[in-house]
């Protein structure tokens, strides 16, 4: 497709702002999929560099890589480590009231 002038899509392109990041990730953990969020978690570490990353989680880049596969069971604690080297941290907030049925 490049010679016909047409990039391929990579949405690590299009998340450039600390803003992008966190409505991405809101939107993906809200769907609650879990071989989603290893992907789009693969799509921010690209976007910020997934050598850095790698580095400041503690990771080999390829373990980082294995570890954000679709599939990959990874611990909690690795996933916090990622997402600190993301400089990203999760929160949690209520759901809203479910109405009586």
């Known amino acids: 497709m490049e ?6 899509f ?3 392109d299009y998340l ?4 992008a ?11 609650g999929d879990a071989d989603e ?9 690209k976007a910020k560099g997934m050598t850095r990353v790698a580095r400041e989680a ?3 880049r390829e373990s980082l890589y294995k570890t954000l596969a679709p599939g990959a069971k ?11 080297a993301l400089g990203l941290r999760l929160s949690v907030e209520a759901d809203k009231p479910r109405s009586a049925a």
């Open 16 to 19: 450039d702002s600390d803003e």
């Open 74 to 84: 990874p611990r909690f604690d690795t996933i916090q480590r990622i997402l600190a």
């Open 58 to 60: 503690g990771l080999g």
């Open 37 to 45: 969020l290893l992907r789009a978690l693969g799509h921010i570490a």
């Open 3 to 8: 010679a016909l002038g047409v990039q391929p």
């Open 10 to 12: 990579d949405l690590a």
């Open 21 to 31: 990041i966190t409505e991405y990730l809101s939107q993906v953990l809200a769907d």
